[in-house]
């Protein structure tokens, strides 16, 4: 069974600040993996999707890396905002059969403070 | 323009007085997904439509149905709603199962007194 494990919890950091965050999966049969923005009581906003094939994805100030093999993603920004405070998710798109079944992280909560 | 629209964005129903959240879109994928998040837990499936081909998730209560009369509108019914089903209720869509990107609305979140 696949589970998306995501490390911290919660993040602070002050303004101007590099930062990583982190996905782990458990299973490496995986399709694609997709880093999402959710700010308090909205949906989710789609940052960066990465093919299984694929080692990285860049969007302005945010790279996203996955290595398959290890069962890992980072997700960096790059020069932290207060407008970037959010939680991150990650999901992987898993199964057989082509069924496009996202399996979620519990998120990042990032605050970045001015 | 929004792609992805769900209806209400607040809900309050009663313990046990069904309720239908809705979703619609304006991008014309193929599949519909309806997910679950509680409070500061992971978002989880629970079913989606390819086109008119309904896919229950295996550990989704039978309390929670879904009709998508067309293309462009996907209902959640919840027959009974319990306290343990308060939750936000997120819609999704994408223009293939396949290795694509989901669309999310912005979610409906739904109390249940």
């Known amino acids: 069974k696949q589970e998306v494990t995501q490390i911290p919890a919660a993040l602070s950091v002050p303004e101007g600040e590099n930062l990583v965050l982190n996905c782990s999966f458990t299973?490496?049969?995986?399709?694609?993996l997709q880093w999402f923005r959710q700010d308090p009581g909205k949906g989710l906003t789609s940052l960066l999707l990465?093919?299984?094939?694929?080692r990285e994805q860049t969007s302005g100030r945010l790279n996203a890396s996955l290595d398959k093999s290890s069962g890992r993603s980072t997700l960096y920004i790059a020069a932290s905002q207060p407008g970037d405070s959010a939680t991150y998710l990650c999901?992987?798109?898993?199964?057989?059969?082509?069924?496009?079944?996202?399996?979620f992280g519990q998120g990042t909560t990032l605050q970045v403070k001015p | 323009d929004a792609m992805v629209i769900q209806n209400p964005r607040y809900q309050v129903t009663q313990f046990g007085k069904p309720v239908t959240l809705s979703c619609s879109q304006t991008?014309?994928?193929?599949?519909m997904y309806w997910y679950q998040q509680k409070s500061s837990q992971a978002p989880k499936l629970l079913f989606h439509?390819?086109?008119?081909?309904?896919?229950n998730e295996a550990d989704t209560p039978d309390n929670f149905q879904s009709r998508r009369p067309n293309t462009s509108f996907c209902f959640l019914d919840i027959r009974s709603p319990g306290l343990g089903d308060a939750a936000m209720y997120l819609c999704?869509?994408?223009?293939?199962?396949?290795?694509?990107?989901?669309?999310f609305g912005p979610g409906t979140r739904l109390t249940v007194l």
């Open positions: 991008l014309n994928h193929n599949v």
């Open positions: 990465i093919q299984s094939s694929q």
């Open positions: 999901a992987v798109r898993a199964g057989s059969g082509n069924t496009g079944k996202l399996i």
């Open positions: 999704a869509t994408s223009r293939v199962r396949g290795a694509d990107t989901q669309y």
């Open positions: 439509y390819y086109d008119k081909d309904f896919n």
């Open positions: 299973d490496s049969a995986i399709y694609n």
